[in-house]
Structures are given as C-alpha cells and as structure tokens.
C-alpha cells in the first residue's frame, strides 16, 4: 500500500506563491506523479503531472505558465510551485500516484491519493 502525505496549502492573497509537497511512503523513482485538485461544487480536475519514464512534465492549460511540477527522488517527494496564484485556484489539492504509466491528465490512471491540501486565494 502506497500513502501519500501533502502538505503546504494555505490561504495567500492573488498573485502570491505557495509550494505544495508529497511525500510518498515508497520509492516514486518508476512511478507516475500527478496533482489534482477540486473546488467546492466541481468535479476533480487534472493540474498537472510528471511521467516516470522521462521525466516528461503535462500542465493543464488553466495553469500553464505559473505552476510547475518537480520531483525530488531521494526524499520520495513530488513538489507543485504555485505562482501567480488566483482566486480560480481555490481548491483542495491531491497527489497521486500509480504502479503503472496511463494517461498522466485522467484521474483514472492513479491509484493512490493522498488526503489534500486545501489552498485558498483570495482576491
């Protein structure tokens, strides 16, 4: 069993920065990592993801440009820096992982989820 643990979130005002972090209880060297998140009333949504092969990045395009994803293997963690925050990114924020490469944009393809983050922009 695979637990991932976030951590970071919290309330920042538009155009403020926050970083958010993963910790997984297994090596995430050969696994697919990806953040999802949804907000109050919505459906969850891909934000971004990281492939386990290449290191390929994937960004929705609602994020592109202020968030990046990034891994630090030697401590099992996977990292989102958030940039240029806006009150649409209000969200709660999920990490999660799979045992096997899918399609890194559905949340289908993961298996694993952590507890969330809830982040909070305010105008």
């Known amino acids: 069993q695979v637990q991932l643990v976030e951590s970071g979130g919290g309330l920042v005002q538009a155009g403020g920065s926050l970083r958010l972090s993963c910790a997984a209880s297994?090596?995430?060297?050969?696994?697919?990592m990806g953040w999802f998140r949804q907000a109050p009333g919505k459906g969850r949504e891909f934000v971004a993801a990281?492939?386990?092969?290449?290191?390929?990045?994937y960004y929705a395009d609602s994020v592109k440009g202020r968030f990046t994803i990034s891994r630090d293997y030697a401590k099992n963690m996977v990292n989102l820096q958030m940039d240029n925050l806006k009150p649409e990114d209000t969200a709660v924020y999920y990490c999660?992982?799979?045992?096997?490469?899918?399609?890194?944009?559905?949340?289908?393809?993961?298996?694993?989820w952590g507890q969330g983050t809830q982040v909070t922009v305010s105008s």
């Open positions: 999660a992982t799979a045992t096997f490469p899918g399609t890194p944009w559905s949340s289908s393809s993961y298996k694993y």
């Open positions: 297994v090596s995430t060297v050969n696994r697919p």
């Open positions: 990281m492939s386990s092969s290449d290191g390929s990045t």
